[in-house]
């Protein structure tokens, strides 16, 4: 019900663009949120931005470097990678939630498939 797209193979410093879109639960708005998992380590928070688009917040390792948005009123968000690093390299997942501790993937009851995002040196 959530699908990513936009991922690929960049070089260092390098930008992509992840767009999420959710089908088939349109009976609210969604907070949604972004994660990542490379490979041998655990599954970690990005970004997330509420269902009104306000007060995106992210991850230490990100901030300054990525950007999270949605388009109002639908349920449908970017996250836009900028300076990226081989750090970077990683299977990124889109989520949906309606709680509201968004640094937690516990509390997310929806999940895309993930988009890889792989970042060369």
């Known amino acids: 019900q959530l699908a990513e797209s936009g991922g690929g193979l960049v070089q260092d410093g390098g930008s992509l663009r992840l767009t999420c879109v959710m089908s088939g639960r349109t009976d609210r708005i969604w907070n949604m949120g972004w994660f990542r998992q490379a490979p041998g380590r655990d599954r970690e928070f990005v970004a997330a931005?509420?269902?009104?688009?306000?007060?995106?917040f992210y991850s230490d390792s990100v901030k300054g470097r990525f950007t999270v948005s949605r388009t109002p009123n639908e349920n449908t968000a970017f996250l836009q990678l900028d300076n990226l690093k081989p750090a970077d390299t990683a299977l990124y997942y889109c989520?949906?939630?309606?709680?509201?501790?968004?640094?937690?993937?516990?509390?997310?009851?929806?999940w895309g498939q993930g988009t890889q995002v792989t970042v060369s040196s």
């Open positions: 989520a949906a939630t309606a709680k509201y501790r968004l640094r937690v993937q516990e509390e997310y009851t929806i």
């Open positions: 931005i509420n269902w009104s688009g306000q007060a995106p």
